[in-house]
């Protein structure tokens, strides 16, 4: 497959897994960009042994790393807290909207590091279970046990919440 087709239909995917790890549109963007560009830059490096997928959700996750290190996620992170949302909306349903997403990315904060990263990358990122256990150096059936064990456990969390 061509780079140019691979990056259409992978790039909404990695995206997406940087707009729910860091709940911003431009760190997303420039993230993704970032992956991309490095891709291109170690396309040479890459082996055979993953798809190119999982490699480039291993360099994702490398480059979300090095982020959430750096000065300027931890300045983010205060201005995010400081920074009011849309006007088109009431404010109650602004309320109910941002306790629903919290709650959810509360829920997924609750769960255990590998769980976290699991139920992100199948969701987000759209991986199989393979690629999953691939790149965490796990199984394919590890993946899908922690999936459907976290799926479980933030359906009860959330219904714990709305009861």
């Known amino acids: 497959m061509e780079l140019e087709e691979l990056y259409k239909e992978i790039q909404p995917r990695i ?3 940087f707009f729910i790890k860091t709940s911003s549109k431009e760190i997303a963007e420039d993230l993704t960009q970032e992956v991309f560009y490095e891709a291109i830059k170690s396309m040479h ?3 055979q042994q993953s798809s190119i997928q999982t490699w480039l959700f291993s360099i994702a996750r490398n480059r979300l790393l090095k982020h959430y290190r750096s000065k300027k ?3 983010q992170l205060n201005e995010m807290l400081k920074k009011e949302t849309g ?6 349903q602004e309320v109910l909207k941002n306790e629903a997403k919290q709650n959810l990315i ?5 769960l255990d590091e590998l769980s976290k990263e699991v139920v992100t990358l199948r969701i987000y990122g759209e991986l199989s279970f393979k690629e999953i256990g691939s ?9 899908r046990v922690t999936f459907h064990r976290a799926k479980l456990k933030l359906q009860k969390e959330m219904e714990g919440y709305h009861g």
């Open 15 to 17: 995206y997406a897994f």
């Open 45 to 47: 490096s890459f082996s």
């Open 87 to 92: 006007e088109s909306i009431t404010p109650e």
């Open 106 to 110: 509360e829920y997924l904060n609750q």
């Open 135 to 143: 790149l965490l150096g796990k199984s394919e059936n590890f993946a």
């Open 73 to 75: 996620y931890k300045n």
